[in-house]
């Protein structure tokens, strides 16, 4: 069953600024790689081992969610082991949906296999309205009959037909919907203008490991050639190329030198890119990133868009290093609405920022001053952690269960580099 979960509602996140950070970080599992790895398990009645999954608030939603539905979820040392061979209720409750939006990732699976499914509609989130009518639309494309009732989406289809598909705009979560379904379907199923993300090539990795036929998978075309039935598999989760982000940011920001362990650089060229602007001195090899900070870092402009480009689940944390750098930074906005609300707390620490509609212009300041600040989503936390270690004097930092659903142990790998930083209870 579901682990015991590492956050707690009161908990906060006390830092004392002005640490150079030094050593060496591992990185771990991708968040947004294992959720939807974890729902692929939902197409096979065998047991799909999955490596590398992190301990985080997020997953321990998606394994309730699958033992609610009856599947098997065992935590084994670093991964889980997930057995669906007896799920009985394909559903998913608002009470879980409305936690976590990416429980939406049931629905194409458990169409795909059981030729039903029951799920909650996320319903508002922080970050803006975030619909998910293109992955209802795709799902209708190959053939599901859905309507939606008193909040629910309910869906239905004998067997899914394969089906050229093509999105009106670029969605992570629908690609992988609709991958995940069309693996099962009757025949060929063309997904176009498909998210890039190296998420959905990890995702697309494991389902052809399970015996699905996915190519183009990392390109804006991918086609799926439609199976009987997939089989267990095993895979290993790719790391996660925000947290390393994360990491890069506080480092360029407090200064020091830290190797990031078991990093994916070739999924972080944006973000490397802007780094490197800042001023700090980047070396990567196959697996792993040093970054070195010497200097006060230089302001940035950036525009986040999808894959390849700079990916918005980093704008927070570039908020925060140009709060602090020489010069004016201005941040565009362009996949969610909404997503500034960071920008308020980072001026409680004394940031000079301006926002106009989806721009925010961030002018560099020498010095932060340590106050309390309140997280209000993942990513809006982990930039108060940035301003927070370069802050003169105490930040306080309430609501860090925004932190707990997408970083594993972040005080304790912060702390191991030199950073003091403790949770409150
Ligand atoms: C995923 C990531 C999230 C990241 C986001 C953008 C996961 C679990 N989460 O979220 O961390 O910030 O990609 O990189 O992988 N949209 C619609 N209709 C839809 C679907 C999306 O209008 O049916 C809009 C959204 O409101 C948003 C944009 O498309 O404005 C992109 O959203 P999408 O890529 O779907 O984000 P998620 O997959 O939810």
Request: charged share 20%; proline share 5%; with cysteine.
């Given at each position: 069953m579901a682990e015991r979960l590492t956050g707690r509602a009161m908990d906060k996140l006390v830092l004392q600024g002005g640490q150079r950070l030094n050593g060496e970080i591992a990185v771990s599992g991708a968040k947004?790689?294992?959720?939807?790895?974890?729902?692929?398990?939902?197409?096979?009645?065998?047991?799909?081992?999955?490596?590398?999954?992190?301990?985080?608030?997020?997953?321990?939603?998606?394994?309730?969610?699958?033992?609610?539905?009856?599947?098997?979820?065992?935590?084994?040392?670093?991964?889980?082991?997930?057995?669906?061979?007896?799920?009985?209720?394909?559903?998913?409750?608002?009470?879980?949906?409305?936690?976590?939006?990416?429980?939406?990732?049931?629905?194409?699976?458990?169409?795909?296999?059981?030729?039903?499914?029951?799920?909650?509609?996320?319903?508002?989130?922080?970050?803006?309205?975030?619909?998910?009518?293109?992955?209802?639309?795709?799902?209708?494309?190959?053939?599901?009959?859905?309507?939606?009732?008193?909040?629910?989406?309910?869906?239905?289809?004998?067997?899914?037909?394969?089906?050229?598909?093509?999105?009106?705009?670029?969605?992570v979560t629908g690609t992988e919907n609709l991958m995940m379904a069309a693996a099962l379907a009757d025949g060929e199923t063309v997904i176009e203008n498909a998210a890039r993300e190296p998420e959905v090539v990890d995702l697309a990795n494991c389902l052809n490991a399970m015996g699905a036929r996915i190519a183009g998978a990392g390109s804006d075309r991918i086609v799926v050639r439609g199976v009987e039935r997939l089989h267990g598999a095993r895979h290993r989760v790719m790391a996660d190329r925000i947290e390393t982000g994360t990491f890069l940011t506080a480092v360029a920001a407090a200064g020091g030198d830290v190797v990031l362990a078991g990093a994916r650089p070739d999924t972080l060229d944006a973000v490397i890119d802007?780094?490197?602007?800042?001023?700090?001195?980047?070396?990567?090899?196959?697996?792993?990133?040093?970054?070195?900070?010497?200097?006060?870092?230089?302001?940035?402009?950036?525009?986040?868009?999808?894959?390849?480009?700079?990916?918005?689940?980093?704008?927070?944390?570039?908020?925060?290093?140009?709060?602090?750098?020489?010069?004016?930074g201005v941040v565009t906005e362009t996949i969610f609405e909404n997503r500034f609300m960071h920008a308020q707390e980072l001026m409680r620490l004394g940031a000079?920022?301006?926002?106009?509609?989806?721009?925010?212009?961030?002018?560099?300041?020498?010095?932060?001053?340590?106050?309390?600040?309140?997280?209000?989503?993942?990513?809006?936390?982990?930039?108060?952690?940035?301003?927070?270690?370069?802050?003169?004097?105490?930040?306080?930092?309430?609501?860090?269960?925004?932190?707990?659903?997408?970083y594993e142990s972040l005080e304790t790998k912060l702390s191991a580099v030199g950073a003091r930083v403790t949770r409150r209870r």
């Open positions: 947004n790689a294992a959720l939807p790895i974890i729902c692929a398990s939902l197409l096979t009645a065998d047991t799909l081992a999955v490596d590398n999954v992190p301990r985080l608030q997020d997953v321990a939603t998606m394994q309730r969610l699958l033992a609610q539905m009856g599947a098997g979820v065992e935590r084994v040392d670093g991964g889980l082991v997930l057995d669906a061979g007896r799920v009985d209720r394909p559903e998913a409750p608002y009470d879980l949906v409305k936690t976590m939006r990416a429980s939406v990732l049931v629905l194409g699976p458990l169409l795909a296999r059981f030729g039903n499914a029951r799920v909650s509609l996320p319903g508002g989130c922080a970050i803006g309205a975030r619909p998910v009518d293109q992955h209802i639309k795709g799902l209708q494309a190959l053939g599901a009959e859905i309507r939606i009732d008193h909040g629910y989406i309910v869906a239905k289809a004998r067997r899914l037909k394969g089906a050229r598909i093509v999105t009106d705009l670029v969605t802007k780094i490197t602007e800042a001023g700090a001195r980047i070396e990567v090899g196959p697996d792993r990133i040093r970054i070195v900070a010497r200097r006060r870092p230089r302001a940035v402009n950036l525009r986040t868009a999808p894959y390849p480009a700079f990916p918005t689940d980093m704008q927070a944390q570039f908020m925060a290093l140009n709060a602090v750098a020489d010069g004016t000079q920022i301006e926002i106009e509609g989806n721009t925010a212009v961030v002018k560099g300041v020498r010095s932060l001053t340590g106050a309390n600040v309140m997280a209000t989503d993942l990513r809006a936390s982990a930039s108060l952690v940035v301003a927070g270690l370069v802050a003169d004097g105490e930040t306080v930092i309430d609501r860090i269960y925004h932190l707990d659903r997408g």
